[in-house]
T-cell receptor, first 117, second 109 residues
């Protein structure tokens, strides 16, 4: 079974631009969650999508948004990029049968490393 | 606000040693806890998931314990190997995962 895939793997943008990251979950998984990882803040939860609906959201500004398609693939968009958005963005998928992410094993992709200049 | 701390932040040991990594959380009202490992430049791999009703979980050379009342979990690695070198993260909470600060482990031959 193929794992979670993320594209692109690396990205360089300049301040003010916007970026879209893509995540394809494991086949059959319906929940996709997104995380930002930085040296200063560690790993932080962005949001979770289940059946095309945002089920949970972390404490990030509205510049960070996402969506999920009917095939469970998910995209994350960051508008008006700031230097502080430079990070490794990880997505994870799970079956979504449990109401809470913590109740089932999360499978992570390799991440997209975003550099904002 | 839930805060998760991992001690030590970094650890370097010779091959064959038994190790204990610590995870502490401020709000004991958690549901479950997961331990992950992260290899450089890669995503996270789930190691063990401890349900709130359980006190420990074991997988091969790994054993994780959970004490909700004291807000602590430990990950025990037996007979460490160079392939165990990675960053180890614990995660707790309910509707979203809150990750710890991580322990960077290096096992040298």
């Amino acid at each position: 079974k193929a794992g979670v895939t993320q594209t692109p793997r690396y990205l360089i943008k300049t301040r003010g631009q916007q970026v879209t990251l893509s995540c394809s979950p494991i086949s059959g998984h319906r929940s996709v969650s997104w995380y930002q990882q930085t040296p200063g803040q560690g790993l932080q939860f962005l949001f979770e999508y289940f059946s095309e609906t945002q089920r949970n959201k972390g404490n990030f500004p509205g510049r960070f948004s996402g969506r999920q398609f009917s095939n469970s693939r998910s995209e994350m968009n960051v508008s008006t990029l700031e230097l502080g958005d430079s990070a490794l963005y990880l997505c994870a998928s799970s079956s979504g049968q449990a109401l809470l992410l913590i109740q089932e094993t999360q499978y992570f992709g390799p991440g997209t490393r975003l550099l904002v200049l | 606000k839930q805060e998760v701390t991992q001690i030590p932040a970094a650890l370097s040991v010779p091959e064959g040693e038994n190790l204990v990594l610590n995870c502490s959380f401020t709000d004991s009202a958690i549901y479950n806890l997961q331990w992950f490992r992260q290899d450089p430049g890669k995503g996270l791999t789930s190691l063990l998931l401890i349900q709130s009703s359980q006190r420990e979980q074991t997988s091969e050379r790994l054993n994780a314990s959970l004490d909700k009342s004291s807000g602590r979990s430990t990950l025990y690695i037996a007979a460490s190997q160079p392939g165990d070198s990675a960053t180890y993260l614990c995660a707790v909470d309910t509707d979203k995962l809150i990750f710890g600060t991580g322990t960077r482990l290096q096992v040298f031959p």
